[in-house]
């Protein structure tokens, strides 16, 4: 591994390393120890969505422009440790909220930075990226193992292991290969400055396609990230936040496949394997229990590799292929905005008022009907599948 690769690839480990320390577990701690509703973890999960809709795209077309991309990620993930631990001492919605919006303010820019970065610093994206990318799902593993170990899921210490790793990221950066802004010096237009000129792919039908049915599939995925954990806890699975690294676990072998299936499948089928493995896993949840139905849960768990690496890396991939080079990062920031952003806004919103609905109390305690919420993502992956299966045409470039 070249040096550069090296760095890269510590880059990524740490980036999705913060992300798993509290994301997995937060709707958990928020409804156990402070008696969050539904809804409001919804809005909670959310807080990612609406902050990828705000931020990544203009801070794409900063990098492009204005400022070499390792500074900009410094300087976000510093400002993100600090609002973090300040989101670990609240108790209430009316704090914890908007604190927390404002630590994704400063973290969802990274994903599509990071990336943007790294792509700008391979020869060959499609066959590199796979292999750096995979450390990102170690990060990721490391840290839900290290929760699940700890037995620290309802409580607010996985926040505060956020916090001291976007800070100890944030210090990284800075000796990560400098990344200038590719249009420094060129004029400048009110269409660039807002990120328009990225629309301008949208005149393709099959990127208008791709983007269309990726922002109809993050609906269905916002349930599995924002209620598998309390889904797990409440039917008595022990250490449920390591249970569920298998997930990434499995991403590292998809991963590692990926450049094969892209060589000789093309973009279109590896995209519907992932799609299928979607809608699989909901189906998989819906019927499985903790008893002689755990093999459906464990299964659900270990697709999660390729319902995320043959949908979501594989987007980032064919973004990279089809945007000229001079607008890659407001590109990948673009994609941002409609899956991580308004695609996962819809699906909190939404993910949250079906948990709702399907809450029963018993008691003094409170469990929900997962069967039926379980077949709503089903359900709604099934007509993404079929959307895409029947309209997405691209023209397969070399992987």
Known sequence: MTPVRLKLSIMMFLQYFVWGAWWVTVGTYLTQVHNFSAVQVGLISGTTALAAVISPFFVGMIADRFFATEKILAVLHLVGGGLMYLTSTFSTFSLVY?????????????????????????????????????????????????????????????????AGSSILLGLYCLTLPHTPPKLKGRPISVGALLGLDALKLMKDPSFAIFVIGSFLICVPLTF????????????????????????????????????????????????????????????????????AGVWMLYTGILLHGICYDFFFVTGQIYVDQRAPVEMRGAAQGFIAFVTLGAGMFLGSW???????????????????????????????????????ALFFRPKEAKA
Not at 112 to 135: C, G, I
Not at 237 to 247: D, H, I
Not at 264 to 285: C, D, E, Q, S
Request: aromatic share 12%.
């Open 98 to 162: 908007p604190t927390l919006l404002a630590y994704t303010l400063c973290y969802m820019p990274t994903l599509a930075l990071s990336n943007a970065l790294s792509f700008h610093n391979m020869k060959d994206p499609a066959k590199e990226f796979p292999s750096v990318r995979v450390l990102g799902t170690i990060g990721w593993i490391a840290v839900g193992q290290l929760i699940g170990w700890l037995g620290i899921e309802a409580s607010a210490t996985p926040l505060k292991i956020a």
């Open 224 to 291: 599995y990230y924002a209620f598998t954990n309390l889904f797990l806890n409440e039917l008595g699975m022990v250490n449920a936040a390591g249970k569920m690294t298998l997930g990434q676990m499995s991403e590292i072998g998809f991963m590692l496949v990926m450049p094969f299936f892209l060589s000789r499948v093309g973009i279109k089928k590896t995209i519907l394997l992932g799609m299928t493995a979607w809608v699989a896993r909901y189906l998989l949840f819906a019927y499985g229990n903790i008893d």
């Open 350 to 388: 939404v993910s949250g008022l079906v948990v709702q609905k399907y809450t029963i109390a018993v008691g003094n305690a409170v469990t929900h009907g997962w069967p039926q919420i379980w077949m709503m993502p089903a359900l709604g992956a099934t007509a993404v599948l079929a959307l895409f």
